[in-house]
């Protein structure tokens, strides 16, 4: 018989009603790459927990192992990047929406959609940075590309107790950014100034309709939230500075004025993850590899196992995670 090996499988009946049930797959039930990988270490993302939960049209192909994001070991590969035994990370590409993810012990994806683990950091630790992570980074590069450095003023923050805010901080602390954390969870105050944030700010101030222009109050910032929140920190971004939007938590419209970008040369700066170049996602993973204090992610992560994982995506869909949450497969 064929090894097997549990999965999560996201289904739909004839009524498109949801069910979600662990399975027993084989290699042989895996869909077409030249890749197949030993998945070691996952996480749970929010559009994880999307997809689990069926929030958000997330799933486009039924059934479907979710799962944006894994590290793990190539077990085999006709691809001329990989063999057997290297180390590798994905994030995006349509995995866990349309091609089966990482909830499952294997997963046979295109050798193109890989990267290599960097030197000096576990599956484990990949994964406790995770898409969330790689996906800050990306905000902060777009950020340093429009010149926003530490000399030009505090950066804002937004949904900072979650996954990528939780990064950001991280990492723009430790280049020596003034952080401005944006919470709706004041308790987690100490935790995001152990991470490295100068100030932490209530959600309040930045949920209400914003005004077309109100006080500048930062040069640049990471916005995960979207809708009043995002049109908020535009509001308040000081003359020539950017926003990086990487999310949605908040909402996916954007009710704000041209006032920014017409009368304080302010930019919209859009991080998309999914797709990014392989040249880019090698330059995030390098930056994360030197930039982001290994030693804080067991601060801002928890681990949990594989039966663990459909609580956790429920979870971060009701905003009761903080940080980033790793999956011990």
């Known amino acids: 018989m064929p090894d097997t090996f549990k999965a ?15 399975v027993d797959l084989t290699e042989a039930d895996l869909m077409e790459g030249d890749v197949t990988v030993a998945v070691e270490a996952t996480t749970v993302n929010y559009k994880d927990g999307l997809a689990i939960t069926g929030k958000a049209p997330v799933v486009r192909r039924w059934p479907l192992v979710p799962g944006i994001d894994f590290a793990g070991t190539v077990i085999s590969s006709s691809h001329a990047d ?19 993810g990482a909830y499952a012990g ?3 994806v295109k050798g193109d959609w890989l990267v290599p683990l960097p030197e000096g950091m576990s599956a484990h630790d ?30 804002v923050v937004t949904g900072a107790a979650g996954g990528v805010g939780s990064v950001a901080i991280s990492i723009l602390s430790s280049l020596g950014y003034h952080v401005v954390a944006s919470t709706g969870r004041n308790a987690e105050s100490p935790y995001l100034i152990d991470l490295g944030a100068a100030e932490v700010i209530s959600r309040e ?4 309709p914003a005004k077309p222009l109100a006080k500048e109050r930062w040069a640049g910032g990471v916005d995960s939230v979207g809708s009043h929140t995002l049109a908020n920190a535009l509001s308040m971004t000081s003359y020539g500075g950017a926003i990086a939007a ?3 938590a908040g ?79």
């Open 106 to 108: 294997r997963a046979r």
């Open 205 to 208: 101030e930045l949920s209400q």
């Open 246 to 248: 990487c999310g949605l």
């Open 8 to 22: 999560i499988l996201v289904s739909r009946d004839a009524d498109k009603k949801q069910s979600v049930d662990v």
């Open 251 to 329: 909402g996916m419209d954007l009710p704000a004025s041209v006032a920014p970008f017409i009368l304080r040369g302010v930019s919209l700066l859009g991080i998309d993850s999914v797709m990014a170049p392989k040249a880019v996602r090698l330059e995030a993973w390098r930056r994360i590899g030197t930039d982001l204090d290994l030693k804080k992610l067991s601060t801002l992560s928890r681990t949990i196992g594989f039966d663990g994982i459909v609580a956790a995506a429920r979870d971060i869909v009701d905003g009761k995670i903080r940080g980033r949450v790793v999956v011990d497969m």
């Open 126 to 155: 990949a994964m406790a940075v995770g898409t969330a992570g790689y996906t800050a980074m990306l905000s902060v590069m777009a950020l340093e590309r429009h010149g926003i450095v530490p000399d030009r003023g505090p950066v």
């Open 82 to 100: 990989w063999r057997k035994g290297d180390k590798v990370i994905l994030n995006g590409w349509g995995v866990g929406e349309t091609h089966y």
